[in-house]
């Protein structure tokens, strides 16, 4: 018999076909300080705790500590509040340790026997649980006529689970309640043989609990920005018939297609050297002028600039670093440095993976290898330091003052390195950001003429788009409720982001799937209708950017060009005529830009990265809070969403995170191009666009609005969120009225000049029609912080 025992912290032994009220009682012990199980109301919430319990071979003490640990990492974004979207990360949890334990246990066995005796083993040093005892697998073996089949999730995200054994009910049913997978590389294929087949992994989706369209909280707006400021639909104010707004792309984007995995490894090496150094050497000049300048003028010392600086050497081409030093060579006084923050390996598990083939294998040392307050090491540019790694250690003064570190991070540190081997840190630095963007009076002036509606709205809304229905038309449910809020508020623009044909749900020509459809037809019979009914709409244009995720790009790698790109310059109109959308895109209503983009809506600065790089950093963040919460820099802030949001601003780049995390099947990262220039933020945008799986939200990152949109599908046919922005216009009669006195410039407002001016951090106190300060040319900064108002809706 098959009895699935377990053990609790205290050594009591449960057996899953029984009534654990045991089990259940130390539950509510452990949960008392989060949850009160002790209600009715909570029941069920208990039944699934205890069932987890047991399936997943946890104790009710370590149950309650991961709980705890999801609740506080969202305590800042108001998810504490929701035990149900907590305990469903606390599944996915639970699922992805117990398959990379017992996959990290199978490497090398070839039977199912040897499965069940490794898993008999602890799964963590604080924990020891047993999934099966020898004599339940012996007996599970030697029933006759038994027939145990163990599927993958397939694309459907449906599990199929058999036992026919009427001494595995109440296992069984366990299993079912809690759907669990088998590891993903492994699948059960004959039970007198015993030998195990690799299958190919694919994404795991929450099952949907309810249809798309008895979805809750339709239309429930979730978040405002700037809650004080109007917001000014067109619908409502009777310019449905004005197309309004000038949008233009600045140059150095993907624009073009290309080859990739073609390029030299050297080529990508110089490329990773030079963000390096370009982002050292903003930290070197900031050191220079706000630390030691200062600290010479205090001591009254002058200090010759040639004193300060590095002597000047022949070739220009060679950078002059004032302030850092090389940090592997002995320094026994306090000295900065900069580079790349990477995690150390050790030699034999380098070995070991260059050696092996295995996927799995792959996954565990990748996991064993997360940064860590033990592997962190700063890795130098070739210009200041030969490239070389040295290992770095956080002092408590570092770490009282707060850290947020990330691999491919470049920072700036202070402390000393006596051997030349470690450098212990006081105090890290972050790269400065860049400035904001500014306008000519005068061309804002125009764009705003008599006439024209001051306003500009925005609906953004993200992949996917697509559900689980009964057919395509059921599908697509979703991007047509998109299209019914279009049509009601006439935005002047709306910016759709893949993927409209989803790789994790469509495979075409595969048995077993859904669709047997091209992906060429699937978009132009399903969601080039849709588009086009957008783009019917009096004064409103669509702006279509790819993803990696999306059948109809043929483009895999980010950055991707605009969808229907050709290797060499210009679309090809073959492949938009496939897609429906030659004749969309040729009058101008339609869009395509490439992902990453930055694209100016009039006077706004937008940039846009369509991939879940949130979602990456936030699984690859190693974070040490400040002692105190007085601290200003919120590059160690409790909000989480903050610290995400900050890590593009102040690492000027749209996907900062390097390498990339291998569990994301659908990225991959094209290093030639993402640091050539076509992910590198050009200037602080007005308003930063991620899309992410993580909660929908805005936040002000000093003085940039940063939206993620959420996503209008969440799971398999759960309703998500999309993203609804107004900008108010500057004050165009004062400007007016003012231009003739410019050389004495306009009253200061809350503005600055070229992005000098003290960002705010928070959402109180804003102007909607704010003046900023002029400069010679006649240009002033655009504060849109200050006069726009964003809200996440649900779909």
């Not at 380098?350 to 996954?363: I, P």
């Not at 570092?398 to 840190?425: E, I, K, Q, Y």
């Not at 004495?744 to 003046?771: L, Q, W, Y």
Request: charged fraction near 20%; aromatic fraction near 6%.
């Amino acid at each position: 018999m098959l009895s699935a025992n377990k053990r609790n912290g205290g050594g009591q032994i449960y057996n899953s076909s029984e009534n654990n009220s045991e089990l259940k009682s130390q539950l509510i012990l452990e949960f008392r300080s989060t949850l009160d199980l002790t209600q009715s109301v909570k029941a069920e919430m208990l039944d699934r705790l205890s069932e987890w319990c047991c399936v997943f071979g946890v104790t009710a003490e370590a149950i309650a500590a991961k709980y705890e640990a999801i609740a506080a990492n969202n305590a800042a974004n108001s998810l504490s509040e929701e035990p149900e979207y907590i305990l469903d990360t606390l599944r996915m949890r639970l699922q992805s340790e117990f398959d990379i334990a017992l996959q990290a246990k199978t490497l090398g066995q070839s039977s199912f026997l040897s499965i069940a005796n490794t898993a008999s083993q602890p799964f963590s040093q604080q924990h020891t649980q047993k999934i099966f005892n020898t004599d339940d697998v012996m007996n599970f073996v030697g029933s006759a006529g038994f027939n145990a089949k163990a599927k993958l999730r397939g694309a459907n995200s449906q599990h199929a689970k058999t036992m026919s054994s009427g001494n595995m009910t109440s296992a069984a049913s366990a299993l079912q309640r809690a759907p669990i997978a088998v590891p993903k590389e492994y699948t059960l294929t004959n039970t007198s043989t015993l030998t195990l087949a690799p299958k190919i992994q694919s994404q795991t989706l929450s099952h949907p609990t309810v249809a798309f369209k008895d979805r809750p909280n339709k239309g429930k707006v979730e978040d405002v920005f700037n809650s004080h400021v109007p917001l000014k639909l067109n619908s409502l104010n009777g310019l449905r018939t004005l197309n309004n707004v000038e949008i233009s792309l600045p140059p150095g984007q993907q624009m073009d297609g290309y080859r990739y995995m073609f390029d030299r490894l050297t080529e990508k090496g110089d490329l990773v050297d030079s963000r390096i150094q370009e982002l050292s050497l903003t930290i070197d000049s900031w050191i220079h002028q706000n630390i030691i300048l200062k600290e010479a003028a205090l001591e009254g010392d002058t200090m010759d600039e040639d004193v300060i600086a590095v002597a000047k050497r022949d070739d220009d081409k060679t950078p002059n670093f004032r302030a850092l030093a090389n940090p592997a060579i002995p320094h026994h006084t306090r000295f900065y440095t900069a580079g790349r923050i990477v995690a150390s390996q050790s030699p034999s598990d380098l070995t070991s993976l260059q050696s092996s083939n295995s996927t799995t294998q792959k996954k565990v040392a990748a996991v064993a290898d997360k940064l860590n307050a033990d592997n962190l090491m700063l890795e130098t540019c070739r210009a200041l330091g030969g490239g070389t790694r040295v290992s770095i250690a956080l002092s408590d003064a570092a770490v009282s003052s707060g850290v947020a570190f990330f691999p491919g991070m470049v920072v700036g540190l202070s402390g000393v390195n006596p051997s030349g081997n470690l450098v212990h840190v006081d105090r890290v630095y972050e790269a400065p950001k860049l400035g904001f963007p500014t306008s000519r009076i005068d061309e804002i002036l125009r764009m705003y003429d008599v006439g024209k509606n001051g306003n500009v709205n925005v609906i953004v809304a993200a992949g996917p788009f697509s559900v689980d229905g009964n057919g395509l038309e059921a599908d697509y449910e979703p991007l047509r409720e998109v299209v019914a809020v279009v049509e009601r508020e006439a935005p002047q623009v709306v910016i759709l982001c893949g993927p409209f044909v989803d790789e994790a749900t469509y495979a075409p020509g595969k048995p077993g799937y859904r669709y047997a459809m091209r992906t060429e037809d699937v978009f132009r019979k399903m969601v080039a209708p849709l588009i086009k009914k957008m783009a019917e709409v009096e004064g409103t244009r669509v702006i279509i950017a790819p993803s990696t995720r999306g059948m109809e790009s043929a483009w895999v790698a980010y950055p991707q060009p605009p969808i229907g790109s050709n290797v060499s310059s210009g679309v090809g109109g073959d492949v938009l005529r496939g897609l429906g959308l030659r004749e969309l895109v040729a009058s101008g209503k339609v869009i395509l830009v490439p992902n990453p983009v930055q694209l100016s809506i009039n006077e706004v600065l937008i940039s846009l990265s369509n991939v879940d790089s949130l979602m990456h950093l936030s699984g690859e963040e190693f974070v040490r809070l400040p002692a105190t919460s007085s601290t200003p820099n919120t590059m160690q802030s409790s909000d989480k969403f903050v610290r995400l949001f900050k890590h593009h601003l102040s690492q000027r780049h749209l996907y900062p995170l390097s390498p990339p995390p291998i569990s994301d099947l659908y990225f991959a990262l094209d290093v030639t191009r993402a640091y050539g220039g076509a992910a590198s933020l050009q200037a602080m945008p007005d308003i930063l666009i991620l899309p992410s799986m993580l909660r929908a939200c805005v936040r002000n990152v000093e003085g940039c609005v940063c939206v993620n949109p959420g996503m209008v599908v969440k799971g398999v046919s759960g309703g998500g969120n999309f993203a609804r922005i107004c900008v108010h216009p500057l004050e165009v009669e004062r400007m007016k009225e003012q231009i003739g006195g410019i050389d004495s410039g306009i009253e200061n407002g809350g503005g600055g000049i070229s992005g000098k001016r003290k960002a705010e951090e928070t959402d109180d106190a804003v102007n909607v029609t704010p003046v900023a300060s002029a400069i010679s040319d006649h240009s002033l900064e655009h504060s849109v912080h200050s006069r726009c108002r964003v809200e996440i809706q649900r779909i």
